[in-house]
């Protein structure tokens, strides 16, 4: 039996990270192998992840030589960052160049970035119809994983640039789902206007990552747009109206008002709902889904996932 390829997934107990686990793992015919990397290999969703047949170890994105340490003897990886866990731009650059350098010096032959634009493109920071956040950011989750992109590049590595889209899991856990109002109707609260969302179940990214590295070649170089749907919040509210059985309204808001929710990472989403309403042509254009579905023949749409996630989402 000649050997599989090791795939090294950072990230593999997070979202993301752990979607691509379970996508090559659960084709027995993949010519794939997977080593998952955490922080704690003893947790258990890591333990989890060895129960299915990774190997799993430990790694610290922070530290470049521990980095270099888990993509020895590796044939790819699959590298994502986490901005919620400290809210640093800094950070994420810092550890995109570490993953860049030592995916560079372990000569690896297929690397997959999880990247989202650079919003300073689009809107640059002299414009306020925006605001300006931590002094040189629009959207800061955006615009440090779009500048980190270079970093791939100057090293000279072999990458895929995979842009995500907005995750229906955050209805679940983030308390964007549906909140009774005083009127005693349920309502959901955007600053979308009328405009169309890219959306996408957290596991569908997984399995378009895993036929990203299934294409391999062809998709080096390339920027590989993902989403399951594009939904304005209207067609979301009506979605979720015939599965619970009850109106859901859309309470539309401006994304200033959005900012000033004050919850941590208020303004942050705030910026990244205006730069989806006001470039939804740019943003939407870029994730196609007929492409996604090519990746991902899984791939389920907004409705399909409401169906099985629906009593998951916590209503207010």
Request: hydrophobic fraction near 40%; glycine fraction near 10%; aromatic fraction near 12%.
């Amino acid at each position: 039996m000649t050997q599989k390829k090791i795939i090294v997934v950072f990230g593999a107990t997070g979202a993301q990270g752990g979607g691509v686990v379970r996508a090559i793992l659960g084709d027995r015919n993949s010519e794939f192998a997977v080593r998952a990397v955490t922080r704690d290999p003893e947790s258990d969703k890591a333990k989890e992840l060895a129960k299915m047949g990774a190997e799993v170890v430990s790694g610290d994105v922070d530290d470049v030589q521990s980095i270099k340490k888990v993509l020895a003897g590796a044939y790819g990886a699959y590298f994502v960052t986490f901005f919620w866990a400290h809210f640093s731009p800094e950070k994420e650059m810092a550890e995109a160049k570490n993953m860049a350098q030592a995916a560079k010096e372990a000569g690896l032959k297929h690397v997959i970035w999880s990247t989202l634009e650079d919003v300073r493109k689009f809107i640059p920071l002299s414009d306020d119809r925006m605001p300006t956040l931590q002094g040189k950011y629009k959207v800061p989750h955006l615009d440090g994983k779009g500048e980190s992109d270079q970093f791939f590049i100057d090293a000279g590595v072999p990458v895929t640039f995979l842009l995500t889209s907005f995750y229906w899991d955050n209805l679940i856990y983030f308390g964007m789902g549906p909140k009774r109002g005083s009127d005693g109707k349920l309502a959901i609260t955007f600053p979308m206007g009328d405009k169309k969302m890219a959306g996408i179940a957290a596991d569908d990214i997984g399995k378009c990552a895993y036929g990203v590295f299934k294409k391999g070649e062809e998709l080096i170089g390339k920027r590989v747009g993902i989403a399951g749907d594009h939904n304005s919040c209207k067609e979301i509210a009506r979605a979720m109206s015939k599965v619970y059985g009850e109106e859901v309204v859309y309470n539309e808001i401006t994304p200033e008002q959005y900012r000033g929710f004050g919850f941590p990472g208020a303004d942050d989403l705030g910026n990244m709902f205006q730069f989806y309403r006001d470039f939804e042509k740019e943003f939407n254009g870029v994730r196609d889904l007929k492409f996604s579905k090519e990746l991902n023949p899984e791939l389920q749409s907004f409705e399909m996932w409401l169906a099985q996630n629906a009593k998951r989402i916590p209503i207010d």
